[in-house]
């Protein structure tokens, strides 16, 4: 039999391919054997057969599967911490930044001034939206509005603007 990438496989197939091979393994077979039957490599068998011995069953079963949270990014959990409590609880200018709101311009000053880690402006815009902060939009409402003068405005000027 070929061999197949078995990461393509769903969880509990993996699992039962792996019980399977165990069986056959205590049945006498070789790896060399099984890994040929089952279509995967001698040192995954060999793998597989070392954590049963270790942790019995529930060792070749299924397991969180992707890389972990957190890993491989660029501040810790506690500066992450940090920086979130600033921006809640400080201005850009009581922080001695050259801004007076939160941009990610600013929190990326930030960050490169307390530990020395530099972002991208778009990878800002993710670490950002990942803490649950998002661009506020303005209201598209004129607060100033005066409805009785638009609402003849509409009914005598702009008749006239459009003609035109």
Not at 29 to 54: H, I, L, M, S, Y
Not at 114 to 129: D, H, N, P, T
């Amino acid at each position: 039999m070929e061999n197949r990438d078995a990461r393509t496989l769903s969880q509990d197939a993996q699992q039962e391919m792996r019980r399977q091979a165990i069986r056959a393994l205590k049945k006498g077979r070789t790896q060399t054997q099984v890994a040929k039957d089952f279509g995967v490599a001698q040192p995954t068998v060999n793998r597989w057969w070392k954590r049963f011995e270790v942790g019995g069953w529930a060792a070749i079963g299924k397991g969180k599967r992707g890389r972990q949270d957190g890993s491989g990014r660029k501040m810790t959990a506690d500066q992450e911490k940090e920086i979130q409590k600033l921006i809640t609880d400080k201005t850009p200018d009581q922080l001695k930044l050259r801004f007076a709101l939160w941009t990610r311009e600013a929190v990326r000053e930030l960050i490169k001034n307390r530990f020395k880690i530099e972002y991208g402006l778009q990878s800002m815009s993710v670490v950002l939206a990942r803490w649950g902060f998002t661009p506020q939009r303005p209201l598209k409402k004129a607060y100033e509005q005066r409805p009785a003068e638009v609402k003849q405005w509409m009914g005598e000027v702009y008749p006239e603007v459009k003609k035109k």
